[in-house]
C-alpha cells in the first residue's frame, strides 16, 4: 500500500486496542483480530502519536514530530518509513486511512 504524505491516518478504534508501553517498545492487543504485535522503536513511536492524535495525523505531520529537522535531506527517507509503517499498521489492523 502507497501512502501518499497528506493522508490522513488514524488509529483503529481504542475499545479494540490494548497497549503498554516499555522503553522504546510497544505491545498491542487487537481484540478485533486477536494478534499481538511488538512494534519496535519507529512503529512504537508512529503508534503513539496515531493514539494522541485526535483527527488523526498525515505521513508529513508524524514525520515532523519524528526529526528535528522536518524540511531536511532524510525527509524523503523518513517519508518513506513512516509510509512503510502505516502500511503495516493497515494490515495489521492497527490504524487506517481516515476516509472521512
Known sequence: MVCSP?????AVSAD?????DWDC???????AT???H?????????FRRLV???????????VAGLTDEP????????SAAVAGVLSD???LGLAEPDVS
Open 38 to 46: 511488538l512494534l519496535g522503536e519507529l512503529g512504537g513511536e508512529v
Open 25 to 31: 517498545e510497544v505491545v498491542v492487543f487487537n481484540q
Open 52 to 62: 494522541g492524535a485526535e483527527g488523526g495525523a498525515s505521513v508529513d505531520a508524524l
Open 16 to 20: 479494540v486496542l490494548a497497549w503498554r
Open 71 to 78: 524540511t531536511g535531506a532524510d525527509n524523503a527517507d523518513w
Open 89 to 91: 499498521f493497515a494490515r
Open 34 to 36: 486477536g494478534s499481538t
Open 6 to 10: 497528506k493522508v490522513r491516518w488514524r
